[in-house]
């Protein structure tokens, strides 16, 4: 067996202008590709940044546009007594904190969005200005107040 020394010299050009060249292509490369990352993210960064804010500022506009008013008479869920009018604006207000609390929370205006609630003392009932989708979540929200209270549900 023969030890045999197997050798590959590849030359490149001595050229300065060749030398200067591959350095120039390597470096524009890199700035090339550092520019493209750059971009990617800066724009994935941007979309990510404007959608959020166009979608928060845009579903406030959107469903303030579709807001539907309705009155509810809430009378028969107040427990006061007809003697004091004072214990059944309490409980008409508390009843209110808890609509606000319980029936689609980010949806109304002390939240930040766009529907409201108001108290009219003299019939002892609630204006909503709500959209459809929170209209529907009150009334079944209201039904089963009245229905605890009447002891049909727990």
């Given at each position: ?63 303030s546009a ?61 204006t909503v200005k709500q ?24």
């Amino acid at each position: 067996m023969a030890n045999e020394n197997f050798n590959i010299t590849i030359r490149l050009p001595r050229n300065p202008k060749l030398k200067f060249g591959l350095k120039s292509l390597l470096l524009l490369l890199l700035v090339v590709a550092v520019g493209l990352g750059a971009h990617k993210m800066g724009q994935e960064s941007g979309r990510e940044t404007g959608y959020g804010s166009g979608f928060r500022e845009g579903w406030a506009a959107a469903m303030s546009a579709k807001l539907v008013s309705e009155n509810y008479s809430v009378f028969d869920l107040l427990e006061a007594s007809g003697e004091t009018i004072g214990g059944e604006l309490a409980e008409l207000d508390e009843l209110l904190q808890e609509i606000q609390r319980d029936v689609d929370p980010a949806s109304w205006k002390r939240n930040g969005g766009p529907a409201e609630i108001n108290i009219y003392p003299q019939n002892l009932s609630l204006t909503v200005k709500q959209t459809a989708r929170g209209h529907e979540s009150l009334k079944s929200f209201l039904d089963r107040k009245r229905l605890i209270q009447r002891g049909e549900v727990e």
